[in-house]
């Protein structure tokens, strides 16, 4: 591939640095949008994985009808790029139930819930608060993470939702199908299964004169078979904006769609046969990529044969056994990492390489502990 | 275990809520100055550990001679709290020479490093700078990240280093035995080795009129063994302050010796058998116990039978198929992290438990990227 971050790793700025790509960001924001247009589907991004005021304005001039957060630290940032905000988390505990009812009252707010003591606190938080919480009911597609496990509890929570009276709204049904992160000739299967567990749930609803005006799912990897999952309104991908190697391995894009790098120094080449760079799991985390374990921590770019064996905290240790030649010392290197999401989480501030030049764009909404 | 942490818990401060408790952390310190005065060695703690500077000036009180950074950005924020630092990295790059050079101007400034082109670029940044930098030449005793590779250039380059004319002093060398993590009857060979190694250096030194004023080890694992490493003048532990679950299985200290914890709510009960909590790899990172990677993310004060399976970024699943009992929805458990490090690097902020009470304490130098 040819390194759409030459030009940074050229400019001598310090290392380790995050860099991002705009024009890249610009390509992969169309593609989805295109898509999404296409099939006639919402698009509410997941800002989890950038946290940037900036890249969330990028994705509501493409068309996103809102946006979706984690943390109420992130909705509370996110709150000045877009009036409707979705809570993809259970936010039931007293402090971001008090959070999100007070958001509310300025903002159209959305929560995924999954129990009946979670439905009964945030209504009484809106209730405290005078405002009215949009509540959207999670249901396990077959991920078990969170989530209603079956229809029938779904619909149950639903019904309390209806009969909350005006502190809460029943918005509709949010899954997270987590367990797409599956070799490409099972998800097919994994895909009609998702299909048919809403189309049960939402004929359930429909049977009791209950609507789900919005059916929301994510991710990046499922992003492009969303018309596979009919009954779909609205996709929450995050990791799409940037890609990383995760999504590169899984099939869902190639090197050239990766947005996100970070570039490296050669700080030692002691012991033969490796170097270290200054990339250790501060920098790159120490997540492995979901469906290749064993490719280490990351793709080296301009050494695609070597492998990011071991990382210290500040320290990356690279084989080169499989390649012809080594890096000299102080020489850079750039890195997509396995999983961008919690690599920009690491850092206060990324370089952002436009049409201009390099410039720095901060991560608003990191470090925030809730 | 009496949980330490107890009145954090209660308190109900927002969650995932990194707390440290300082009477532990009184007790940490005490114990390990204790040791080092006994032996006769000096204590240089790393204060990667906890990038605090409150902490920093706790070690210092405690008898440290000066303290140990990776980046220069914490260099810079820990140059406030003593004037005697090691920065324990090879800092060869333009952006970390050009610092490392600034501030030895006003401090006693020690590098490690492990190469020819090291040395001359540090000489080269000295000079123009009108400062002198102290020398540690890094030596590989056994552990293959960075480090001279035999004692024949590790001489070589304390030799560079003495001709190098005023810009540069030669003060030693410096070792990191990162393969003390191992099982505990394999440990003993691996000190002996490194004993032997250090002192065949050291003569070699000496027979060429050179003299290894500080010969600088790590770390928490071998830290109360540091006596069997003869020729060994200080120490450089990190995690020692805290402690965590790797410190705990690898059987260096008890749980009660824990200085540092994530308080975290349930959120989530909707999948049978298992709980959701809302501290995920953001909080917790996503390293795996050194020696027991089979344990999960951390440990549960409340359910020690418990386990924490799988972290999606703001969510950890914990199992308690072993337990007697589940939590409620919004009740709060106390994890003890596998790796406290890259977990207080996650934070902006961590809660104080002091004999007053809950204060807040900045981690000042985390966030910086070089």
Redesign the interface.
């Known amino acids: 591939m040819a390194n759409r971050f030459e030009r940074a790793r050229q400019e001598?700025i310090?290392?380790?640095?995050?860099v991002i790509d705009l024009p890249t960001i610009e390509h992969n924001l169309q593609r989805l949008h295109c898509y999404a247009k296409q099939h006639g589907l919402q698009v509410r991004p997941h800002t989890?994985t950038h946290k940037s005021r900036r890249l969330a304005r990028m994705q509501i001039e493409h068309g996103s009808v809102g946006l979706t957060v984690?943390?109420l630290g992130e909705a509370e940032v996110m709150a000045a790029e877009s009036n409707d905000l979705l809570i993809a988390?259970?936010?039931?505990?007293?402090?971001?139930r008090r959070r999100v009812a007070e958001l509310a009252k300025s903002h159209t707010i959305r929560v995924a819930v999954?129990?009946s003591?979670?439905i009964s606190?945030l209504a009484a938080a809106a209730e405290a608060a005078g405002s009215t919480i949009g509540i959207l009911i999670?249901l396990?597609i077959g991920f078990?993470?969170?989530?209603?496990?079956t229809p029938k509890?779904a619909l149950e929570l639903a019904q309390q939702v209806a009969q909350a009276g005006k502190s809460l709204r029943l918005d509709g049904i949010l899954f997270y199908p987590?367990h797409v992160w599956a070799p490409a000739d099972q998800q097919a299967e994994i895909l009609t299964q998702i299909d048919q567990r809403l189309a049960e749930t939402i004929a359930l609803w429909e049977a009791h004169g209950l609507t789900a005006n919005i059916v929301s799912g994510g991710s990046t990897p499922t992003a492009f078979q969303s018309h596979m999952i009919r009954r779909q309104t609205e996709i929450r991908p995050g990791t799409y904006i940037y890609n990383d190697m995760n999504t590169v391995r899984a099939g869902y894009c190639t090197l050239d769609d990766c947005a996100a790098a970070v570039i490296a120094?050669v700080?030692?080449?002691?012991?033969?046969g490796?170097c270290?760079i200054?990339a250790g799991?501060?920098t790159l985390?120490?997540?492995?990529n979901v469906l290749q374990p064993e490719t280490g921590f990351g793709h080296v770019v301009e050494y695609p044969d070597a492998q990011i064996v071991?990382l210290?905290?500040?320290?990356g240790?690279i084989d080169f056994a499989a390649c012809d030649s080594l890096p000299q010392?102080?020489e850079r290197v750039t890195i997509i990492p396995n999983h961008i999401?919690?690599c920009v989480?690491?850092?206060?501030?990324a370089y952002l390489q436009t049409a201009d030049g390099i410039e720095q764009d901060s991560v608003d909404a990191?470090?925030?502990?809730?």
Chains 1, 2 share one sequence.
């Open positions: 001598l310090a290392t380790p640095a995050l989890k984690a943390k988390y259970p936010a039931i505990d007293p402090d971001r999954d129990s003591y979670g606190v999670d396990n078990p993470r969170t989530g209603a496990a509890i987590g120094t700080v030692s080449t002691a012991v033969p490796k270290v200054d799991n501060k985390t120490s997540d492995r071991r210290s905290e500040e320290h240790e010392l102080g999401c919690p989480n690491l850092q206060n501030h990191r470090g925030l502990l809730t």
